[in-house]
């Protein structure tokens, strides 16, 4: 006869969050065995892009305890949360702001020059 198996935890509803295998121990015995849930890799924030370099992970495992900060975020100006691309865009479109700020004042300066020329 099938020996019978039931949970080991309270838990009893075959939820996502309650995924049991059937092991079987070297003695014989059935057991049953508590899977966990996929990991996903994490994402940038702004494209949805899979990050480079940080491992998959289940959001219990990358808190402050259990991971490392060196292993949550790459040595990066916002590592860890946006892709090297997204990041690269901002500091070039935060430049040409600045350097067409820079015209504009200029431009400014030369036609009052021309004004008081005149």
């Given at each position: 006869m099938v020996q019978r198996l039931t949970y080991r935890r309270r838990h009893a509803y075959a939820t996502k969050s309650n995924r049991t295998r059937v092991l079987r121990t070297p003695g014989g015995k059935l057991v049953v065995q508590y899977q966990k849930k996929p990991t996903k890799a994490p994402r940038c924030g702004a494209?949805?892009?899979?990050?480079?370099?940080?491992p998959a992970r289940r959001p219990a495992d990358c808190s402050a305890k259990r991971l490392a900060k060196r292993h949550k975020s790459v040595n990066r100006a916002y590592g860890g949360h946006l892709a090297h691309g997204v990041v690269r865009e901002r500091?070039?479109?935060?430049?040409l702001i600045e350097e067409q700020k820079i015209v504009k004042k200029v431009l400014k300066l030369q036609k009052a020059k021309e004004k008081s020329s005149k």
């Open positions: 494209t949805g892009v899979t990050l480079q370099g940080l500091i070039i479109r935060a430049f």
